[in-house]
């Protein structure tokens, strides 16, 4: 008698990709970041307002959203082009630089508990009621939008 040796393997469909990437994201930031590091802010739930700009209140959500997205890439390029491994602070610096309140950007920490440095920073801002998540890495800006988690915040760890 001749057995089967195959195993039934197949592809995950794409949403189910898409939440396996999401949530090795999270697991990324939560175990990169120290609690102590001090290496983000926690956004409140009224900051959200206030990190759409001015140009952009008028319009509909889903335009002052792809605003806010737009600001983050070009502050985060424009750090990157000087420095393709920047710190924390200067990540949060150029966010707020950019328009947006401190209270609602999160920043995860640039260098490990062991003073080498972090393979990839993430960064978020809130814009409304979305979050947009940019992860920073070989000089490289990434940024895609997401839901909040269920406290208001954009990503996962202790806030600093």
């Avoid at 509909?60 to 420095?83: C, G, I, M, Q, Y």
């Avoid at 630089?97 to 993430?122: C, H, N």
């Amino acid at each position: 008698m001749k057995r089967d040796r195959t195993i039934g393997h197949r592809a995950a469909p794409a949403p189910a990709k898409f939440g396996v990437l999401a949530l090795a994201l999270l697991l990324t930031v939560a175990c990169s970041a120290p609690a102590s590091s001090g290496a983000r802010v926690e956004a409140s739930p009224g900051a959200a307002a206030h990190a759409i700009s001015p140009a952009s209140r008028g319009a509909s959500p889903a335009a002052a959203t792809s605003d806010a997205k737009a600001r983050v890439e070009a502050a985060l390029n424009n750090v990157t082009a000087a420095n393709r491994k920047p710190a924390s602070e200067q990540l949060r610096s150029a966010l707020i630089d950019a328009g947006f309140p401190t209270d609602s950007v999160e920043v995860t920490a640039s260098r490990t508990p062991t003073g080498l440095d972090a393979d990839a920073v993430e960064v978020a801002v809130t814009a409304g009621r979305t979050c947009i998540v940019a992860q920073l890495r070989n000089g490289r800006v990434t940024s895609s939008l997401l839901p909040p988690l269920a406290d208001g915040r954009c990503l996962v760890g202790a806030a600093g």
